[in-house]
Nanobody, 114 residues
Framework: QVQLVESGGGLVQPGGSLRLSCAVS????????MSWYRQAPGKERELVAAISSGGTANYGDSVKGRFTISRDNAKNTVYLRMNSLKPEDTAVYYCNLGRGGPYWGQGTQVTVSS
C-alpha cells in the first residue's frame, strides 16, 4: 500500500533552517508529482510547494525565495528545505502524493520560536 513518512521537523529560532523529508513507498515514485502542505492551528491547510515528476517546482507566495522543494527518485524521497524561518511558518507540515490527492503523510511539527 501507499505510505508517506515525514521526518525532520522540530523547534528552530527565527531566521533558522530546517530540512523536511518524506519517504514514499508503494508506488513508482518517479512517475508522480509530490507536494508539501502545512496547517497552522485554527487555519486551513495550505499548499507550500509542489514538484512535478520532471522536477518543475511551484511555491506558495508566502514561502517563495525561502523554501526549496526537491526530490531524489533513487531514494523515493521528497525534501523541503526551509530557510529564513519565521514564527508564522509554525505549523504541521504534510507531504502529499500528487497535489491534493488522497494520500498523506502523518505530518511533522515545525515550530519557529525564540
Amino acid at each position: 500500500q501507499v505510505q508517506l513518512v515525514e521526518s525532520g521537523g522540530g523547534l528552530v529560532q527565527p531566521g533558522g533552517s530546517l530540512r523536511l523529508s518524506c519517504a514514499v513507498s508503494g508506488i513508482t515514485f518517479s512517475s508522480y508529482s509530490m507536494s508539501w502542505y502545512r496547517q497552522a492551528p485554527g487555519k486551513e491547510r495550505e499548499l507550500v510547494a509542489a514538484i512535478s515528476s520532471g522536477g518543475t517546482a511551484n511555491y506558495g507566495d508566502s514561502v517563495k525565495g525561502r523554501f526549496t522543494i526537491s526530490r531524489d527518485n533513487a531514494k523515493n524521497t521528497v525534501y523541503l528545505r526551509m530557510n529564513s524561518l519565521k514564527p508564522e511558518d509554525t505549523a504541521v507540515y504534510y507531504c502529499n502524493l500528487g497535489r491534493g490527492g488522497p494520500y498523506w503523510g502523518q505530518g511533522t511539527q515545525v515550530t519557529v520560536s525564540s
